[in-house]
């Protein structure tokens, strides 16, 4: 009688143990996917929620980067579409960095043009929100990926994702 009990409790605790271990493989196996990219139609705003322009950002899975704008052609600036890189940040956040060219060059010879953002992913990635920073560097420069330039405008953005 002594034995069985004994047997019982070790089946009760393996059986426990078990149960612990299935939960936390669960809970491990219901991770959140890697981002592997998207484009996302995008409505721009001045920091006062003045219209900018709409854009197309599209995040490759490979982590390049394609933006096209719809004021890249004028009537106030013209420039380039922009391509870069993106990188997670932490959580559902995206930062991103892209360059295009100006035209014409800009008063002060500016010709290459950076913009930095920021992206927040809603927990679904369907929906993102922004802020994108452009700063503009002489065409000559050594690298507008480093310090210096001329900021030209900070503006924020909200889309959806674009589905087939």
Known sequence: MKHMR?????????????????TLARSQGAAEPVFSGGSYLTTITDTAGNFGSRSVITLHAD????????????PIFYFGSQLGDWKPAGGHQIVARAINFAYPQGPNGQGVVRTDYVINLSPDRRHVT?????????????????????LVASAIFQGDRIEP
């Open 6 to 22: 004994l047997w019982a409790v070790v089946g009760a605790f393996s059986l426990l143990v078990a149960l612990v271990l299935s």
């Open 130 to 150: 922004g802020t994108e920073t452009v700063t503009a560097f002489p065409l000559q420069a050594e690298n507008p990926y480093g310090e210096g330039g001329i």
């Open 63 to 74: 982590h390049t980067m394609l933006a096209v704008d719809s004021g890249q052609q004028g």
